[in-house]
């Protein structure tokens, strides 16, 4: 039984060795948290270079090789490393079991080795970078992988597979404790939207990262071995290695966007005083997007030699997983409708998502039609699209996650005015840079070249102009959010006035959460007609 | 519990039966069919060992969504894939010689 | 037996176990995604070149391949005894019967050890000394596939034969293992089988009627 005393998770016990072998699902997600705040802004310092090296169009900041290299490691280390960790590994195992009125995960001795994973994988794929890094980008195709790449193929790729078994053995947790752990009363549609969103999201964890290791494990034995598993000099085929990759690797986009949307569907109703409109269509579509995102992914592969017929079916699907992503927007949307907006930080993060999101899904329509993509597959039209949705979709949904928890992970509240800035900014900085990559990609630009026809030049000067501001915007967190944990205010249990179980507790929570379990009476998201919040059990 | 080891031995006799015919049936002139018997009773033999051995047979339906999910997705993986590689057609250009053809030979 | 306590997140045993099981079987459905990713390479050549395909399997061992299906089918009934003999408090027959379960895993790899030399010897073996001349590329493609499933599957027999190998030594102990732990293990050990049961026709029966 926990006093009233001040105890919680991070004062319980503060010794080094207390943080290395904890199994509190709240300090591993701090561990995670440092963790991928340290490989973004590795990949971010690439991203950097290759927007100072594509400020002219005859280069000269790097060679080509280098440059090679250097997108590779931006993209192995935001995919790998940063984006797909990112929400659920840090606001996931933190609030997982509080929204569910739990006291930790099914198996928190597994949570911990999924971070000694990651940080095992992570390390080796560091080491293969600071040796000289792969120039193959973060695809690897065949053959240039496996017989002509001369950089570390086999080190980076060893430290993805380490990596992958900490998203699986994530994903695996999640889903137990989901079906298992749940508070009495607590019935299915009755969770959080965030919790159905971080179930579909380890349904994929589960079910596509093994492909993807096996995947990685015949690259490395083909560059390893010299045999030709995809050689067609043996009578096999590099296609093979690209269905493979993007059966893993489709679904992966998703892992990266659904804890993000969960995260929207989160703040919308809180910060609108209104309910989810929609709840079981926002539920559903969540594990909508998660089951046809299996079945698309040969869009990535329309100009490769896969056959026109596989191609057809597809295209047609990946027109179809779009549409449970719009229903969720139209569904924010009407939650907005005749609600009592704030413009707190968390909020202006969201309505950042839902446009950008939008932008970038619909540009995703274009690259599914087989005659557009045709021409602006490889281009920049691809990097912007992407873009949109893994930043200014997944990393500003995580921002607003960020923000929106702030006061419950830490116990203190961040200076509201700093934030709000932050996020306008990050918004101007954002569309500036990856804007104009859209008319790149279409005038003819690809993607990958460190130089490029003077007529371009303007586009990527705006652009590098863009990427500056979203370096302020991405650099302004640290010090604000890091000033708040010495000097801000105090946080109440429930600052924004939200309906979830984890306001429930204290900010910061005490070790194990509850006392007791709570007893749910209600859905997630009651307000009543003036905006009053009608929490989802009494105090546990 | 006589009951269940009798259950656990006569699977048993069951799956060496299943795996004598399917040795045997390989020898056999089925042309298209080979494989597909041959899958067939691997597939067989599989249920046993999850319905039996493996106790799917009582567990809760929870359980056996986890035990088909496995090899449901599989069958996606393998099905698209497959699409890709039964439907692929020649399509090389007029001037470019036929696929296994001799080094100088054309169209 | 007294009951063990559940561990402080779970309000019952029977709520713990069953969270046991849904994450085993979890993690079964990754082992088949793990291993069907190496079919799906397997389908696409062999639906692409069969003729090649059916030629090189019969360089296989179908009696040493059917052997060992025997062998770890045998396995499996031995596994289930002991989980019945666990449930029933019968640890000494629990014990026997896992240990037979391990000793029948060993003989597997013994033979496996024997059959990989065997094509060690006759030049089948890609990356060490394959003859391509002789045997021709798909071939070399499809012992690939060979020693990789077969390599992987023997790689996850020897984990299971640790773990069988020690409930079998805890469960003539003083302090013997939890029936969960038994059961669970026990998931694996069957999955392997599984594994292996799909493997055989797919390397053992092809072309074999020609």
Redesign the interface.
């Known amino acids: 039984m926990h006093g009233a005393g001040t105890e919680n998770y991070l004062n319980a016990e503060t010794s080094l060795r207390s943080w290395l072998l904890t199994t509190d699902h709240k300090r591993i997600a701090l561990l995670y948290f440092a963790s991928i705040t340290f490989f973004f802004f590795v990949g971010g310092l690439a991203a950097g270079l290759i927007r100072l090296q594509l400020i002219t169009p005859y280069g000269g900041l790097v060679g080509a090789d280098t440059y090679n290299r250097l997108f590779t490691m931006h993209g192995i280390i935001m995919v790998w490393f940063f984006l797909i960790p990112s929400i659920p590994t840090t606001l996931g195992n933190f609030m997982v079991p509080m929204m569910i009125g739990a006291r930790d995960l099914a198996f928190p001795r597994l949570n911990l080795t999924s971070w000694y994973l990651y940080i095992a994988g992570g390390l080796i794929t560091l080491s293969a970078l600071l040796l000289g890094g792969v120039d193959t980008g973060w695809t690897f195709y065949e053959p240039l992988s496996t017989a002509y790449a001369n950089g570390y193929v086999v080190l980076a790729v060893l430290g993805i597979f380490i990596a992958g078994f900490s998203s699986v053995l994530t994903g695996l947790n999640f889903i137990v404790t989901i079906h298992k752990l749940r508070a009495p009363g607590l019935i299915w549609y009755r969770l959080p939207v965030f919790i159905w969103s971080t179930y579909a999201t380890s349904l994929i964890l589960v079910l596509a990262t093994p492909v993807l290791a096996m995947t990685l494990l015949m690259l490395a034995a083909e560059r390893l071995l010299h045999v030709g598993i995809f050689d067609p000099a043996l009578g096999g085929d590099p296609l093979l290695f690209q269905h493979m990759f993007w059966f893993y690797s489709h679904p992966a986009v998703y892992i990266m966007i659904l804890p993000s949307m969960g995260v929207i569907s989160e703040i919308v109703p809180c910060f609108s005083r209104k309910n989810l409109f929609g709840y079981k269509f926002v539920v559903w579509c969540s594990i909508a997007i998660a089951a046809i995102g299996f079945l698309v992914w040969g869009h990535h592969m329309f100009v490769s030699g896969q056959s026109l017929y596989a191609s057809l079916v597809f295209s047609f699907l990946s027109y179809a997983v779009a549409v449970p992503s719009a229903i969720k927007v139209f569904n924010w949307i009407a939650t907005m409708h005749k609600g009592w907006i704030r413009f707190d930080a968390p909020m202006l993060y969201a309505f950042g998502f839902i446009g950008l999101f939008t932008v970038g899904g619909l540009t995703g329509l274009f690259l599914a039609a087989l005659a557009v993509d045709v021409h602006v597959t490889d281009t920049y039209f691809v990097v912007a699209h992407f873009h949109y949705i893994m930043v200014g979709g997944a990393v500003m949904g995580y921002f607003g996650g960020l923000h929106y928890w702030w006061p419950k992970i830490t116990g203190r509240l961040y200076p509201e005015y700093w934030a709000r800035f932050t996020a306008i900014l990050t918004f101007f900085g954002f569309n500036l840079t990856f804007f104009p990559q859209f008319i790149l990609g279409t005038l003819g630009m690809p993607r990958r070249y460190q130089v490029y026809p003077p007529e371009f030049q303007i586009w990527h000067v705006l652009s590098s102009a863009g990427a500056s501001i979203l370096a302020v915007g991405y650099a302004l967190p640290i010090f604000y959010l890091g000033w708040s944990i010495v000097r801000g205010k105090r946080a109440p249990a429930d600052p924004w006035r939200a309906t979830g179980l984890e306001w429930l507790t204290r900010s910061p929570p005490p070790p194990h959460n509850f006392a007791a379990a709570p007893e749910v009476l209600r859905g997630p998201y009651c307000y009543d007609e003036e905006g009053n919040a009608l929490p989802q059990a009494a105090h546990g | 519990m006589s009951a269940a080891l009798k259950r656990i031995w006569l699977c048993w006799a069951a799956l060496l039966l299943l795996l004598a015919t399917t040795t045997g049936a390989a020898f056999l002139p089925l042309g298209r069919f080979n494989p597909f018997v041959a899958l067939a009773i691997a597939g067989a033999k599989a249920l046993i060992v999850l319905i039996v051995f493996m106790e799917l047979r009582r567990s809760s339906g929870l359980v056996r969504a986890f035990a088909a999910a496995g090899f449901f997705w599989l069958a996606i993986l393998l099905t698209l894939t497959s699409a890709d590689y039964l439907t692929r057609r020649d399509t090389s250009a007029s001037w470019q010689p036929e696929p296994g053809a001799q080094p100088g030979e054309t169209r | 037996m007294a009951e063990q306590a559940p561990t402080?997140?779970?309000?019952t045993r029977a709520?713990q176990d069953?969270?046991s099981?849904?994450?085993m079987?979890?993690?079964?459905?990754?082992?088949?995604?793990?291993?069907?990713?190496?079919?799906?390479?397997y389908?696409?050549?062999r639906?692409?070149?069969p003729a090649?395909f059916a030629e090189a399997a019969r360089h296989t061992r179908?009696v040493l391949g059917?052997a060992n299906?025997?062998i770890l089918?045998?396995s499996?009934?031995f596994?289930?005894?002991a989980v019945?003999m666990t449930g029933?408090g019968r640890r000494r027959a629990a014990a026997f019967c896992l240990a037979i379960t391990a000793a029948l895993g060993i003989g597997f790899m013994l033979i496996k050890g024997w059959e990989y030399s065997l094509e060690y010897g006759e030049q089948l073996v890609?990356?060490l000394d394959?003859d391509?001349d002789r045997y021709g590329?798909?071939a070399?493609?499809f012992f690939?596939f060979y020693f990789?499933a077969t390599g992987v599957h023997a790689l996850h027999l020897t984990i299971g034969i640790a773990m069988v190998g020690g409930l079998a030594i805890r469960s003539a102990s003083a302090d013997p293992p939890k029936a969960i732990s038994v059961?669970m293990i026990?998931?694996y050990w069957?999955?392997v089988?599984?594994v292996w049961?799909?493997l055989?026709?797919?390397i053992?029966?092809?072309g074999?009627?020609a």
């Not at chain 3, 402080?8 to 309000?11: G, K, V």
């Not at chain 3, 079987?25 to 390479?41: D, I, K, M, P, Q």
Request: glycine fraction near 8%; avoid cysteine; charged fraction near 10%.
């Open positions: 402080f997140q779970y309000a709520q069953d969270a099981a849904l994450g079987w979890t993690f079964l459905a990754t082992e088949v995604l793990f291993f069907g990713a190496l079919l799906a390479g389908s696409a050549y639906i692409t070149h090649e179908i059917a299906t025997a089918l045998t499996s009934a596994m289930a005894m019945e029933a890609p990356g394959f391509v590329g798909i070399e493609l690939l990789f059961r026990g998931l069957h999955f089988d599984v049961i799909f055989f026709p797919l053992y029966l092809v074999r009627n």
